[in-house]
């Protein structure tokens, strides 16, 4: 499916299509609520795990890239938005060891350029606008979302491709639209909360395996730039 066609069939999904998290009222404590939200980690987690080789390709690929003086652009809405920003944090500053930083944008977090943006063109655009801009052919352009449907993350993949960059993305349950328009994906087979919870656990995966790749090729932190 293309993504023109992804855009068009969007809006026609039923909210029923997403999986959804029934509250238990029946005690005072919501003890099963929580037990039961705690349960619904482990195929989250079960679900990455499947993809572990995936999640080491990425990291190592992405270091290759960063390494070349490519950077990493990345977007999402709402809680994925934060999780986009936690991967873009970890690259500008470090995860664990001390390194030379690199570079990589949270398109959602310019603020001025998200409200201009959402204003002058519409809020499906505030992505792809800013792909164009900053976007060079060899960048990775990695997008976030727990239902794989947002319009504004689809026209963002369709202004990626106009530029040569790679797109990864990061989604609850698939198949869905954003997994299949993008270059490459990881799927995590959950309800929305505890999908948003193992992109987390993805971001650090990603994160170790890059962080890996850049000592094996550059050797004890020296203080430079890469």
Known sequence: MTINSHLASEATLPPTALPRWTPDTSGPTHQKAVTT???NVLPALESLRSQSDRLCEWGTELANRLLSGQRLLAAGNGGSAAEAQHLTAELVGRFDD????????SLHAESSAVTALSNDYG????????VRAHGRAGDILVL?????????????VRA???????TWALTGSGPNPLADACD???????IAA?????????????CRAFD???ARRTGPYAGGQP
């Open 144 to 156: 976030l979302s727990t239902s794989g449907r947002s319009p504004n993350l689809l026209k963002a």
């Open 98 to 105: 001390e390194r030379a930083p690199f570079s990589a944008i």
């Open 184 to 190: 490459q994906a990881i799927t995590v087979d959950a």
């Open 212 to 214: 890996a790749e850049v």
């Open 123 to 130: 809020y499906e655009e505030v992505f792809a606008r800013q």
């Open 160 to 166: 990626a491709r106009e530029r040569g960059i790679t």
């Open 37 to 39: 939200h705690l349960d």
């Open 194 to 206: 505890n999908a948003q919870e193992g992109h987390l656990i993805a971001v650090h995966a990603v």
